[in-house]
């Protein structure tokens, strides 16, 4: 832990290097050596220091990308002169003292002028209004990037900054307190009634010079009543005011109304710039309501609030974009004006390259080993369970996740971390009163625990041992953290001062807004065991994040990825984070990880295209993995669905099989008739040129739709529609879908296996009975096929020169499938014939058939060249938990006076 003079020798070495390169070390050192004098250190603490910057100026951050619409016009480079950066000045100082890597500022300061350029001219007459997403990951500093573009935006002159926060308060109460200290510069804890005596926090402390306006506070949402009794006008203000409101119908229906009846001109409309960022666009925000019914409640009042303002930009931030981009583009309802779809601009956000996401955790190359399977916890929390479950116990999975908790935290005050904010998830249920049952319970283990420490902890190791909880925490840590830096010995006197300031809490809507109020606990470190719901899902950031254990039953996009609260910033203790979650889980994560990476690299290759949003839109309409959110969007209100699926470039797999006996007998015997239709037909297997895989060539499309038409995969497997792909096939007339190449992968050291007459090696894969009916293929990774398992029917040369081409763009990264597949010039229809590492369905322990698709890229333009797949959204709903967790906000819970 550095002293004040360290703390202030590294700030100021931050503060005075360029912000756009890193410097060698030579210079860095110079200038640390010169420093120094006026902050002197101790040659260890030093050294620690140089350490420290060394990790911090390699941390770096890259532009987004943007795809505009053909009436973008630049202005703001044009206007820099006479704007006066004051609010993004501050909050720069600001973010430097918090010791942000000089990089990542100039870069977020890059980005927030690309995105503000991207808005309108708040100074621009007439009427005019502008559409926009943002796309960020979770978790990834959204917050932050929104901040500064607040200062920028009222640097530039927007007048009223409307901040739509989640559903819960919980989250308003939050990003309240964030924007209090990155804008706005005055603690808003009583700020309506009692101005005057508002304390400066954040940037306030940095420049006290003039504050923000804000109509909220911490305490209270938006209240119409409150503003009249103050005499409240937005044209009373010279300073541009910030309203920071929760997505709740009454709340947004006052604000509109006072807005309208204090503020309107003669015409009905306020003639000011409005800017407003929706977080979490993607929730409650879309309209889901069928074609000619009206839109949703939320959906209609921020429409409505756009209508209003004669100059407008609604900006949107989220990091699941599909429901955002399935927005109607030509919706136009009479009174509410034109819907929310991003048409003008959207721009992805690169997160820092210190970033844990998806892609480091769930990706085909992890960088952390933090995932932990859980299979212990199917009979305590039953996935179909109801709100009057009860409890009598706690898996030992999470136990032990309770006990990784205390010990990371030991750790990380043995690091010389200080009195940071720690924190654990637990989300097993939907249900309040099974949340409070779960809490009860960890704090009982707890409070044993902790107990047990007091008692124990200080005691030789042998006789501290004697005790059930020293021995399991003993037991975690050799498990989990021997290599962690520490011994056992200096954990075990350490849980004293770590363990025993953690406490429980529960998170959820009855438990109220300030049930984790980490600003009360700024000075020593709030350490919290948080137990909830959907109240851990939606934007609420769990500060110094460690632990989590997941253990939920949803399939779709924006749930899981919002659930995945353990994405984040890790700095110093990302060795000790642990993630306890399902198999199935795991599985569904990599398949989004990989979907909405594919998602982010269709903006760049657009970008170079000159596309627009609205043709990124249709593309991402055509995605197979719309399906998933288009069902979850209708379905409450409809028993089937259609969609128009683009295949071009695509690799649709079956790794979701139905897992009863009869279906995994039925598709062995589909491909033994499959193996024989060939042999009827004169075909012959040969060996890959590629390997030891057996390979047919020139396989008519009909043969290859009659084995679809023949195979049964479960429901959920929404990207493998076998029926209609089978259909697809026998209709298409496009030139590269005529022939197919069809391999079996071997894996040369498998059981041999005789099917049809056909020798081959099975390849050995984990699975998962999901306990609703679902076998899923390879568990924790998202494909069935090993990687580079699509290069068969290329030839060496071709092959060679993708990989190399790739290699130029990409050093030190693995070749992605994809690569292959845009290079082939005909489809490959990939068998795969699979040994379970352990009996699955009943016993049932021969080969396993799953099937995978490598389609080349195709001109698909004409919709007429596209598949259309139905889903049965009644047999969905009988399989699906519905994702409504009870702790949701009801309209009348609102205080909307």
């Known amino acids: 832990m550095l002293t004040d003079n360290g703390r202030a020798l590294e700030n100021s070495v931050l503060v005075s290097l360029p912000a756009d390169r890193a410097p060698d070390e030579t210079a860095l050192k110079d200038l640390a050596t010169r420093l120094r004098a006026a902050f002197p250190v101790e040659e260890g603490e030093y050294q620690e220091i140089i350490r420290r910057l060394h990790a911090k100026l390699a941390i ?71 559409r926009g997403l943002v796309i960020g990951d979770v978790q990834s500093g959204k917050t932050a990037t929104y901040t500064a573009l607040c200062c920028k935006a009222a640097d530039a ?24 200290e990155g804008f706005v510069g005055l603690d808003s804890s009583g700020l309506l009634t009692q101005i005057k005596k508002s304390r400066a926090v954040g940037v306030g402390l940095v420049d006290s010079r003039k504050a923000a306006g804000v109509f909220t506070s911490r305490e209270k949402d938006f209240s119409k009543n409150l503003l009249n009794a103050l005499g409240f006008r937005l044209d009373a203000f010279n ?34 710039p409005l800017l407003l960022i929706d977080d979490e666009a993607d929730s409650a925000s879309v309209n889901t309501n069928p074609s000619g019914v009206d839109p949703t409640q939320i959906n209609q009042r921020i429409r409505a609030l756009l209508r209003l303002f004669t100059r407008s930009s609604y900006l949107g931030f989220t990091a699941t974009p ?14 509410l004006g034109d819907d929310l779809f991003p048409r003008d601009f959207i721009y992805t956000l690169d997160s820092p390259t210190n970033y844990v996401g998806p892609t480091a955790l769930f990706g085909e190359e992890p960088r952390f080993d933090i995932l932990r399977t859980i299979e212990d916890a199917y009979e305590i929390f039953p996935l179909r369970h109801k709100s009057d479950l009860r409890l009598d116990s706690l898996p030992e ?95 075990q006197r350490s849980l004293l001062n770590s363990a025993l300031p ?103 290759r657009m970008r170079q295209q000159r596309a627009t949003p609205l043709d990124f839109g249709l593309k991402v309409r055509a995605h197979p993995d719309s399906l998933i959110v288009t069902a979850q969007n209708k379905m409450r209100q409809a028993k089937t669905i259609e969609r128009v699926i683009s295949l071009s470039g695509k690799s649709p797999e079956t790794a979701r099989l139905k897992s009863n006996t009869n279906s995994l007998i039925a598709n062995r015997a589909a491909l033994t008739r499959f193996i024989e239709q060939l042999k009827v037909a004169g075909f012959k297997s040969e060996k890959s040129t590629t390997g030891s895989n057996i390979v047919w060539r020139g396989v008519p499309k009909e043969l290859v739709a009659s084995l679809l038409r023949d195979f049964d995969v479960h429901p959920l497997n929404i990207t493998f529609q076998t029926g209609d792909l089978a259909k697809y ?22 059981k041999s296996v005789s099917i049809g007459g056909v020798t081959m090696s099975a390849s050995k894969r984990s699975m998962v009975d999901d306990q609703n009916g ?79 698709l490598s389609f080349p890229q195709f001109d698909d333009s004409d919709v007429a060249k596209r598949v259309t797949y139905r889903v049965n959204l009644v047999e969905w709903r009988s399989m699906l938990e519905q994702e409504i967790d009870d702790d949701l906000p009801q309209e009348e819970d609102a205080d909307v006076g």
């Open 502 to 604: 953690i406490t429980v809490k529960a998170i959820n809507q009855r438990t109220g807004a300030a049930s984790l109020d980490y600003a009360v606990h700024k000075e020593s470190g709030l350490r919290v065991i948080a137990v909830g719901g959907n109240s851990l899902s939606r934007g609420l950031t769990l500060e110094g994040l460690s632990t989590s254990y997941f253990f939920r039953n949803s399939q779709m996009y924006d749930t899981l990825l919002q659930m995945g609260r353990w994405f984040g910033y890790r700095d110093g203790y990302a060795d000790l984070c642990r993630l306890w979650i399902t198999d199935e889980a795991a599985q569904w994560y990599a398949h989004i990880t990989s979907a909405t990476e594919e998602l982010r690299d269709e903006v760049k």
């Open 239 to 272: 300073i541009p005011v910030l309203v920071v409101v929760k997505k709740n119908r009454r709340i947004l229906e006052n604000l509109e109304r006072w807005l309208s009846d204090f503020n309107a001109n003669q015409q009905g409309t306020v003639d000011i």
């Open 60 to 130: 770096q951050m890259d532009t987004g990308v943007a795809l505009t619409s053909e009436t973008y016009v630049p202005w703001l480079h044009a206007k820099k002169a006479s704007i006066e950066p004051f609010y993004w000045q501050r909050f720069q100082t600001f973010l430097q003292r918090r010791e942000w890597p000089p990089r990542v500022i100039s870069t977020l300061d890059r980005v927030t002028d690309d995105i503000l350029d991207l808005l309108h001219d708040p100074d621009a007459e007439g009427l005019w209004k502008r």
């Open 157 to 180: 002159g927007y007048r009223l900054i409307i901040l739509l926060t989640g559903t819960l308060e919980s989250l308003r109460r939050q990003t309240q307190e964030r924007l209090d």
């Open 774 to 852: 679902m076998l899923v293929v390879s568990g924790t990774k998202a494909r069935v096929g090993s990687r580079g398992v699509e290069k068969e029917g290329l030839d060496i040369t071709e092959i060679t020169r993708v990989e190399q081409e790739f290699r130029s763009k990409s050093p030190g990264k693995s070749y992605p499938d994809r690569i292959y597949r845009e290079a082939r010039s005909r489809p490959l229809l990939l068998i795969h014939v699979l040994s379970p590492n352990e009996p699955v369905a009943g016993g049932y322990s021969d080969e396993i058939v799953a099937l995978g």
């Open 729 to 750: 096939l026998g209709s298409a007339m496009e030139s590269k879908l005529q022939n197919w190449d069809v391999a079996i992968p071997t894996s040369g050291t498998g």
């Open 322 to 335: 599909f429901a955002n981009i399935f927005i109607d583009p030509d919706t136009d309802h009479e009174m």
């Open 397 to 491: 999975s999470l136990v032990d996740g309770v006990f990784s908790f205390l010990l990371a935290n030991a750790i990380r005050d043995s690091r010389g971390e200080g009195p940071t904010h720690r924190s654990m998830l637990v989300n097993v249920s939907r249900f309040t009163a099974v949340q409070d049952q779960v809490a009860s319970l960890v704090h009982e283990l707890l409070s044993k625990t902790q107990q047990d420490i007091r008692n124990y902890s200080q005691l030789p190791r042998e006789q501290a041992l004697r005790n059930s909880s020293l021995a399991r925490a003993e037991r975690v840590w050799s498990d989990e953290y021997a290599d962690a830096g520490f011994t056992w010995a200096t954990v």
